[in-house]
């Protein structure tokens, strides 16, 4: 604004919009990398081969008791109780199991109200 030049002020704004630009590609650059950082915790190692036995027990036992909780959420038709289990898992699977159970409540819900307006209409 304090040039009365309109190339100037051209230049200026593409060199404004270049540096926004690229500014937006090195927060996606940053966020990629995030995203697709491998886990350093310290029981996970990229190389299973190398996991002690009481690893792979423990890894089994929690792949049974998902399994276990997958038919137990089947059996459970009410989303608040559903929501109350989602509150006290602890774990990031439990809650991602919870959440899907929630979901194919939601949609049988309405799909059930869906068509129930068909048979009314």
């Known amino acids: 604004e304090a040039t009365v030049d309109l190339a100037e002020r ?3 704004r593409s060199a404004i919009r270049e540096l926004q630009r690229q500014e937006l590609e090195r927060d996606e650059e940053a966020l990629a990398s995030k995203r697709f950082r491998p886990e350093r ?3 996970r190692q990229n190389d299973k081969e190398n996991w ?3 690893h792979c027990v423990e890894e089994e036992q929690q792949q049974m008791a998902l399994a276990a909780l997958s038919q137990q959420l089947e059996a459970i038709t009410d989303v608040e ?3 109350k289990l989602l509150r006290a898992a602890g774990e990031y699977e439990e809650r991602k ?3 899907a159970a929630i979901r194919k409540l939601r949609a049988e819900e309405i799909q059930a109200a869906a068509l129930a307006g068909n048979v009314q209409s």
């Open 10 to 12: 051209r230049r200026i």
């Open 81 to 83: 109780e559903l929501t």
């Open 97 to 99: 199991l919870i959440r």
């Open 52 to 54: 002690p036995q009481s």
């Open 41 to 43: 915790s310290s029981h």
